[in-house]
């Protein structure tokens, strides 16, 4: 229970006031709930003692009265306080995770993970903010019960009190065992429904495969994932049951005990017939806070699991975020009217591993000047995209060094990098939004005019005029109202925007027809003017002519140079360009 208050507290940040103040009226609510008991049973007391008088009717009735109150008025303060706290501190971890994941390095960003986080913010986030506060306050108050209860029980009479109690051994030596059974069993749910948040995502995204091939097995994967969920689920409720139960038979134990031996104190003249009676009514009520602090333990367990998945989220490391300028080079003039950097890129001996077996590039050294255009070809998996990653650091090298104007690239401020450094991906997500806006996304501080400017130069100025309203029409999530093509256009939109010193393009002309293709290769031409180009195409007759070409394999350099040259001296490249050259004579 420490623990897991402990890593609540964690997330309360500066909402810790408000949390302590919401369980101060939730532990005041409790001691009015156990003052209330406590006024019946001293009037039950006085009835069995022969005591009770008139006036002492109208002295309890009175002080009943002020504790219901004051029951109500502070049961009142701990729903208004806990649950906005609650919501509160749920609001802000879910916009601080929103916004760590920004800085977790792209390879962390498989299926698996992206299932992980799915699960974090529709299960786990959502429990806590629903549960925690709930099995807190309940712990607090079956704990406070627990004791004026006992505490009555004893004052009463301590032999039958101690007979009661004889059920609570037992029971708590079954509720470690349960602790340990259910932290695997819990384990195993979470798992189990993390695959079928990836296996059900997969089922809607390939859909329109599924219906072109009438894939009549093709969900079957998600139901066997929907099953083992519920499995999983099943197991875990039953095992509860299961144990409820046996802790419900442990406490009926001490009660039945109790009982059978208040009979033959009866006999035997050393317990009062109404004592008897008051034990057997208070036994019962007595059990009720027990049932219930034993319930919160097994809700902690729940909550420690989704507060395990938070903490773990919390806790992966993030980009290199030194406080360390981008080195000033040479200036140009850029679209805005703003001033930035040239850049002169080089790699030197550089090596990475997305596993640390595998090099994904290997040992791969070159240079890049301002105003030049580096191609980069390879068949797939040759770690083209890798290397293209490297340079805004969106993964860092685990040997060698990327210099930027002579300056270590990993002791830059990660986000000064990323801020030089424009990148056409090859799948492009466009956001639920307008289209200005998502154009607009490559620079913030742009006027309305500038942005048309830029979806002209990338040709996309055209079909967005044919949109129901234009550059306002909000596009669906994913952009999947629109063509690979159009998508890809709108982001070499955003890319002229950002006019940033370096800029990567990786297939950006994989999406596009010859027609199209041309037309945006001009306007890449005119965005690129004085830039550091990185180029990633499978096709070599589009870079073709570029200052330098590497010719990647299995993440190794195969050689580097202009395309006549590399025809001459690197096989590979010959073999590539030759294989693309009987494609286009190829004929039905």
Same mark, same amino acid.
């Given at each position: 229970?420490?623990?897991?208050?402990?890593?609540?507290?964690?997330?309360?940040?500066?909402?810790?006031?408000?949390?302590?103040?919401?369980?101060?009226f939730q532990?005041?609510?409790?001691?009015?709930?156990?003052?209330?008991?406590?006024?019946?049973?001293?009037?039950?007391?006085?009835?069995?003692?022969?005591?009770?008088?008139?006036?002492?009717?109208?002295?309890?009735?009175?002080?009943?009265?002020?504790?219901?109150?004051?029951?109500?008025?502070?049961?009142?303060?701990?729903?208004?306080?806990?649950?906005?706290?609650?919501?509160?501190m749920?609001?802000?971890?879910?916009?601080?995770?929103?916004?760590?994941?920004?800085?977790?390095?792209l %390879?962390?960003?498989?299926?698996?993970?992206?299932?992980?986080?799915?699960?974090?913010?529709?299960?786990?986030?959502?429990?806590?903010?629903?549960?925690?506060?709930?099995?807190?306050?309940?712990?607090?108050?079956?704990?406070?019960?627990?004791?004026?209860?006992?505490?009555?029980?004893?004052?009463?009479?301590?032999?039958?009190a101690?007979?009661?109690?004889?059920?609570?051994?037992?029971?708590?030596?079954?509720?470690?065992?349960?602790?340990?059974?259910?932290?695997?069993?819990?384990?195993?749910?979470?798992?189990?429904?993390?695959?079928?948040i990836?296996?059900?995502?997969? %089922?809607?995204?390939?859909?329109?495969?599924?219906?072109?091939?009438?894939?009549?097995?093709?969900?079957?994967?998600?139901e066997?994932?929907?099953?083992?969920?519920?499995?999983?689920?099943?197991r875990?409720?039953?095992?509860?049951?299961?144990?409820?139960?046996?802790?419900?038979?442990?406490?009926?134990?001490?009660?039945?005990?109790?009982?059978?031996?208040?009979?033959?104190?009866?006999?035997?003249?050393?317990?009062?017939?109404?004592?008897?009676?008051?034990?057997?009514?208070?036994?019962?009520?007595?059990?009720?806070?027990?049932?219930?602090?034993?319930?919160?333990?097994?809700?902690?367990?729940?909550?420690?699991?989704?507060?395990?998945?938070?903490?773990?989220?919390?806790?992966?490391?993030?980009?290199?975020?030194?406080?360390?300028?981008?080195?000033?080079y040479?200036?140009?003039?850029?679209?805005?009217?703003?001033?930035?950097?040239?850049?002169?890129?080089?790699?030197?001996?550089?090596?990475?591993s997305?596993?640390?077996?595998?090099?994904?590039?290997?040992?791969?050294?070159?240079?890049?000047?301002?105003?030049?255009?580096?191609?980069?070809?390879?068949?797939?998996?040759?770690?083209?995209?890798?290397?293209?990653?490297?340079?805004?650091?969106?993964?860092?090298?685990?040997?060698?060094r990327?210099l930027?104007?002579?300056?270590?690239?990993?002791?830059l401020?990660?986000?000064?990098?990323?801020?030089?450094?424009?990148?056409?991906?090859?799948?492009?997500?466009?956001?639920?939004?307008?289209m200005?806006?998502?154009?607009?996304?490559?620079?913030?501080?742009?006027?309305?005019?500038?942005?048309?400017?830029?979806?002209?130069?990338?040709?996309?100025?055209?079909?967005?005029?044919?949109?129901?309203?234009?550059?306002?029409?909000?596009?669906?999530?994913?952009?999947?109202?629109?063509?690979?093509?159009?998508?890809?256009?709108?982001?070499?939109?955003?890319?002229?925007?950002?006019?940033?010193?370096?800029?990567?393009?990786?297939?950006?002309?994989?999406?596009?027809?010859?027609?199209?293709?041309?037309?945006?290769?001009?306007?890449?031409?005119?965005?690129?003017?004085?830039?550091?180009?990185?180029?990633v195409?499978?096709?070599?007759?589009?870079?073709?002519?570029?200052?330098?070409?590497?010719?990647?394999?299995?993440?190794?350099?195969?050689?580097?140079?202009?395309?006549?040259?590399?025809?001459?001296?690197?096989?590979?490249?010959?073999?590539?360009?030759?294989?693309?050259?009987?494609?286009?004579?190829?004929?039905?």
């Open positions: 229970m420490i623990a897991m208050i402990r890593k609540f507290l964690d997330l309360a940040g500066e909402r810790k006031k408000q949390l302590y103040l919401a369980w101060l532990a005041l609510t409790s001691i009015c709930e156990g003052a209330i008991y406590f006024m019946l049973f001293l009037a039950i007391k006085d009835i069995l003692d022969g005591s009770f008088t008139r006036e002492k009717l109208i002295q309890y009735s009175l002080m009943f009265l002020v504790y219901t109150v004051l029951h109500f008025v502070f049961y009142y303060f701990t729903i208004a306080k806990q649950r906005p706290v609650s919501y509160a749920m609001r802000d971890e879910r916009l601080s995770i929103a916004a760590k994941i920004k800085q977790f390095p %390879y962390y960003f498989t299926k698996d993970k992206i299932s992980q986080l799915t699960s974090l913010f529709t299960t786990d986030l959502s429990f806590v903010e629903m549960n925690i506060m709930e099995i807190i306050a309940g712990f607090v108050s079956s704990m406070i019960m627990t004791v004026v209860f006992a505490l009555m029980l004893l004052s009463v009479d301590w032999r039958m101690l007979l009661l109690f004889v059920g609570i051994i037992p029971g708590y030596i079954l509720y470690q065992q349960f602790q340990k059974g259910m932290v695997q069993l819990g384990e195993h749910k979470k798992n189990a429904q993390v695959a079928m990836d296996s059900t995502l997969e %089922y809607v995204q390939g859909m329109e495969t599924i219906k072109a091939y009438r894939l009549e097995q093709s969900g079957k994967l998600m066997n994932q929907v099953d083992g969920y519920c499995t999983a689920s099943d875990y409720e039953s095992t509860l049951m299961n144990w409820s139960m046996g802790y419900k038979i442990c406490l009926n134990l001490g009660l039945f005990l109790s009982l059978g031996v208040g009979i033959t104190m009866i006999r035997s003249g050393s317990l009062a017939p109404a004592t008897y009676l008051f034990f057997a009514i208070m036994g019962i009520i007595f059990y009720r806070p027990l049932e219930a602090l034993m319930g919160s333990f097994a809700m902690m367990n729940l909550a420690n699991a989704s507060l395990d998945n938070i903490a773990e989220i919390n806790n992966l490391p993030t980009e290199n975020e030194k406080q360390v300028q981008v080195p000033a040479n200036t140009c003039a850029c679209i805005s009217g703003a001033v930035l950097l040239q850049a002169d890129v080089r790699f030197e001996n550089v090596s990475f997305y596993d640390g077996k595998r090099e994904a590039v290997s040992h791969v050294s070159f240079s890049a000047k301002p105003g030049t255009i580096t191609a980069l070809v390879g068949p797939s998996g040759s770690g083209k995209s890798t290397l293209l990653n490297l340079i805004p650091g969106f993964v860092t090298p685990k040997n060698g990327i930027l104007n002579g300056k270590d690239a990993e002791t401020k990660h986000s000064d990098l990323v801020r030089h450094v424009s990148v056409v991906f090859q799948e492009v997500y466009l956001f639920q939004d307008t200005m806006n998502n154009i607009r996304m490559g620079n913030q501080s742009v006027t309305d005019k500038q942005v048309i400017e830029a979806a002209k130069k990338a040709h996309c100025h055209e079909f967005i005029e044919k949109l129901p309203q234009g550059y306002q029409t909000v596009i669906s999530e994913g952009g999947a109202s629109l063509s690979g093509g159009e998508r890809q256009r709108v982001a070499i939109a955003r890319a002229i925007l950002k006019d940033s010193p370096i800029i990567l393009l990786d297939e950006a002309l994989s999406s596009l027809d010859a027609e199209n293709a041309v037309a945006i290769q001009k306007g890449i031409e005119e965005m690129i003017k004085g830039k550091t180009v990185f180029l195409s499978h096709t070599l007759s589009y870079i073709q002519n570029a200052d330098q070409i590497l010719v990647l394999s299995d993440g190794v350099l195969q050689g580097c140079g202009k395309h006549d040259e590399l025809l001459q001296s690197v096989p590979l490249y010959k073999t590539m360009w030759e294989k693309e050259k009987s494609i286009k004579s190829w004929k039905l």
